[in-house]
């Protein structure tokens, strides 16, 4: 008895931490993973893989494994970021050099096995974009039935796992149509939808994936459609097909439709315990959150109120860093970055990249403006504010005086739409409070600032004469949600400040920046339903067109299997991301 009560235990503890796992997200992390697979007539390949990353302070570099790809061979590796830079190729890799070293570079490891390993440096933290591309030989190999792709592009030990990641399969030559009458395509161990997309084939994950999961894909070609350099005579596709479905739910649906049993649905049966354990862990984990003391998050508070002044900027003036912080000790409310673009354009005035100041109107009348100026590539600022200055320079027009609907309208505009993406990717960061656990120091900055500007009356700081740093008194106040309160305390104390210094009085202007901000948030709002829609389609017209394929066994699209992938697939065994 007391065994099987120990036993319960430890299931409900291993659920609990379960559930746990589910909703805590873990650092670095990888959003989306787009992975283009562009097929040459002589089975070659050009793929170029796109990573949505959030980057922190852990590893040097991320790279991409490739085990087993004899006699294939990988070549030609080019690698970009979301500021366009080319990172320049150093040829042979040493791992085990600095992060600042490996900034900006990119290289190949090769392995003794056949294997590659294709290496670049993370280089900054916050929000990135990685573009990798290159080519592997003989991706595509002859056999004597058929010609066919079996590769891992993704392996199951990677780490960080993508929430989000889509293989589009296509031809470098516009007569290379891939149709489910005459292809096939077929996903092994991870949960999600394969299909056909105008002449293209595609799989596109459900749900994000777990430790355990992978990207096996197998795509099959009729002779005659690509000419093959690399031939298989020992061996035939039927044969290979047959080892990688063994073990799947694809054997488990032609077994449904001899048995007459097709009106029962059947899950992998990892799958069924995978949810099942979600779900009952969720409800555990949901349950012990809901219930957990409230002490917690009182101490925080507590804390907050306590913590000794720090009069100084903190973070070194990082608004992006503070901002993570202070949505990760939210408690349950959605973090907030409308905050985090009305201090980086309060910012950006401080730094003379914007300014609120007079100009003649097309009536002859002097009126007050918002006005983007030059702003020098050697400021000490965040990728986040050079990219909102690009956007506001670019809407601006060649008079540089920005009117609140001219940027509204190149935030929706679909031309401008890579560069609205990437300001998104670096405006919505995120961490989660146990990146903290260790940082006590850069919290008492945080938290010790904002309790200064909250007591700003009480501290009695005439005698400060840098107007500097009130001005950055007043960006930090915005980026805390109480820059109406200090602003008015700092007029109590010194109301000479404002006459004088029109920097401050343009940080304070509550005509034309109200009207900025609003703007440049219902751009963010419009953009960010135009990333979701998109997302949502992607699954729909897969789903669609998943449907519409004659047999899913027989490689007609349809639900990937969480199980099988045998038979020796090309790339396997090569792990990657950060280290």
């Not at 649906?253 to 048995?259: E, L, S």
């Not at 949810?275 to 809901?290: S, T």
């Not at 990146?435 to 007591?455: A, H, I, P």
């Not at 899913?552 to 065994?573: A, Q, V």
Request: proline share 3%; charged share 25%; net charge neutral.
């Amino acid at each position: 008895m007391l065994r099987k009560t120990k036993n319960i235990r430890t299931i409900i503890l291993s659920l609990v931490l379960l559930g746990f796992s589910t909703v805590a997200v873990s650092k670095p992390q990888l959003h989306d993973l787009d992975i283009r697979v562009e097929l040459y007539k002589n089975g070659d390949a050009r793929i170029t893989e796109t990573r949505q990353m959030t980057i922190d302070n852990e590893g040097t570099e991320c790279y991409i494994g490739l085990g087993s790809m004899s006699p294939s061979t990988v070549k030609d590796l080019t690698v970009s970021d979301e500021t366009g830079r080319q990172y320049q190729n150093i040829g042979e890799w040493k791992i085990n050099r600095s992060r600042s070293e490996k900034a900006g570079r990119c290289g190949m490891v090769e392995k003794g096995n056949g294997g590659y390993e294709l290496c670049w440096g993370i280089g900054e933290s916050g929000q990135r974009t990685y573009i990798t591309s290159y080519i592997i030989t003989g991706l595509v190999r002859g056999y004597p039935d058929a010609d066919a792709l079996r590769h891992v592009f993704l392996e199951d030990n990677v780490k960080p796992k993508p929430e989000h990641a889509k293989v589009t399969i296509l031809g470098a030559d516009t007569t290379l149509v891939f149709t489910p009458d005459t292809c096939g395509i077929w996903g092994f161990r991870f949960m999600g939808d394969l299909g056909f997309e105008n002449g293209t084939m595609v799989a596109v994950t459900t749900e994000p994936m777990n430790s355990e999961a992978a990207l096996y894909i197998m795509a099959k070609f009729p002779k005659g459609m690509l000419e093959p350099t690399i031939q298989i005579t020992d061996d035939t596709f039927e044969h290979k097909k047959q080892q990688a479905l063994e073990g799947s739910d694809y054997v488990d649906d032609d077994i449904a439709k001899t048995d007459n049993s097709q009106n029962s649905t059947k899950f992998p049966l990892p799958l069924g315990l995978l949810g099942g354990g979600i779900l009952g862990a969720g409800g555990l984990g949901l349950l012990y959150l809901i219930g957990r003391p409230r002490y917690i998050r009182k101490k925080h508070e507590k804390w907050t109120k306590t913590v000794d002044y720090f009069r100084s900027v903190p973070l070194e003036g990082n608004l992006q860093q503070a901002n993570d912080m202070l949505n990760a000790f939210n408690y349950g409310k959605a973090p907030d970055y409308k905050r985090l673009i009305s201090a980086t354009v309060l910012q950006l005035i401080n730094e003379g990249a914007f300014c609120v100041q007079p100009v003649t109107t097309e009536t002859g009348e002097m009126a007050k403006r918002f006005v983007v100026k030059e702003l020098s590539p050697d400021k000490d600022l965040s990728p986040l504010a050079f990219k909102m200055h690009d956007i506001f320079m670019k809407a601006s027009g060649s008079d540089h005086v920005l009117d609140p609907t001219e940027l509204e309208t190149l935030m929706k505009d679909e031309k401008q739409r890579k560069l609205v993406r990437s300001f998104m990717n670096l405006l919505f960061t995120k961490r989660d409070r146990k990146y903290y656990k260790n940082r006590q120091e850069e919290m008492s900055e945080v938290y010790g600032f904002k309790r200064f500007l909250e007591d700003f009356t009480l501290m009695n700081e005439r005698h400060l004469t840098e107007t500097r740093m009130w001005r950055d008194y007043m960006v930090w106040a915005t980026l805390y949600g109480n820059a109406e309160q200090v602003t008015k305390d700092m007029k109590a104390i010194n109301p000479e400040f404002f006459k004088m210094d029109q920097v401050a009085s343009q940080l304070s202007d509550s005509v034309v920046l109200p009207a900025v901000y609003a703007s440049i948030f219902k751009g963010t709002d419009h953009m960010l339903h135009i990333m979701e829609e998109n997302r949502l389609n992607a699954l729909q017209s897969s789903m669609r067109s998943s449907r519409s394929s004659s047999s899913r066994s027989s490689g007609g699209g349809g639900h990937s299997s969480w199980r099988g992938g045998g038979g020796g697939f090309s790339g396997r065994g090569g792990g990657g991301g950060i280290r």
